[in-house]
Each structure stands twice: as C-alpha cells, then as structure tokens.
C-alpha cells in the first residue's frame, strides 16, 4: 500500500482531525480484530498491525496501475474453486489484520456481498504493491511478510517499480520447518509460474494501461 500514518496506543485525550471530527483513542492494550470491525467511521483501508490502527495515505498512479494489472493477470487464469480479491482484510490473529493488495483465496471461503475479511487459512496468495517513495517500504518488505509467514499464508509477492516505471516481483513461498518465506524468483518482464496455479503475465502491458 502507500505510505501510511498510525494510531498507536496514546494517553487518553482525542484525536482532533482538521474537520473536527475524532479519531477512536485506543485502549491501553491496543486494538482487536473485533474493534477494526466494529468501530465507526474509520477511513477506508484501515489496517490492524500489532494492535494499532493504520491509515493509508493517498495512492500514487504506479501502484492503481499494477494493482489493475496482476489483479487481470491473475483472474485470467484463476481456478473455478479459487477467487482473487483485491483490498481485503486478512485476519492473521487477535490484533492483526492487514488489508493485503491482492490475494487469491479458496471459493469456500468467499461468502456473500456483505464479506468484510478472510481468515489466513483461506488465503493461498497475498500481494503487496510498495510505491515509489513510500514512507511505509519496510512494512511491506518485512513487518507484513513476517507475518504472512507466521499465519501460513503459502505464498507471498513483494512488487515494487523498475526505473522503467514498469513492476518488479519478487515471489516467495513458505518454508513449512521455519515458517519463514524463501525467496523462488524475481520477474522484470514475464510474471510466468506455476503456484498457487498456472500464470502468466506481461509485466511491460503497464505501459499501455
């Protein structure tokens, strides 16, 4: 995602936002997944990540374009007991719940139009996209793969851009004896693999979206 801004567990007094309005103050001990869910009138794309709530700042024009891009690239192929879903929370544990760019996850888990999350069981797949100059890179790069990894989402792609403004994915798949993810590729032009199925897509079609 873009750069983002935290609410972290502060003293108890308000957060003021220019319109006036307030944002939640969290409780000593942070948030739960029940609070992300249940609170009022929080920005769209709101994270959980160690207990506190994560805003995300406006999108640059790279990241929307390589979002639409993998998103087509991967439904063109996908399987019919499989569905990709884009910006969708993912329940890793009581305080984490992160709203990966993409995943892939089984077609028993996609409930009905009401769905607001899955649960890491369900996922096979989660993409983050980092744009450029993001003041958030490490937590794409280490904190949210982290904990993929620990939640047993088997794969896991990291996309950044080239100087040629066109992605870059690095592809990594979990090692079951240290839950952690091996690196397995990095694709410039080609995205071709054959997990969690068989794909194929032409990184450089950014250039004519």
Known sequence: MGGTMTAEALPDSPHRQPDGSRWPVPPPDGYTVDDLF?????????????????????????????????????????????????????????????EPDLVVVTAEADGDQRQTRYQAADVLLAVEVVSPDSEDRDRDRDTKPHKYAGAGIQNFWLVEMSENGRPVVWTYALDPVTTKYVSTGVHHDRLKLSVPYDIDIDLTAIDRL
């Open 38 to 98: 249940t609170l009022h009138d929080l920005p769209p794309h709101t994270e959980l990540i160690d207990g506190s709530l994560v805003f995300v700042s406006p999108q640059r024009k790279f990241h929307t374009l390589a979002m639409y891009l993998l998103e087509q690239g991967l439904r063109s192929h996908v399987p019919d007991d499989l569905r990709v879903r884009r910006e969708m929370a993912v329940v890793l544990g009581r305080r984490n719940a992160p």
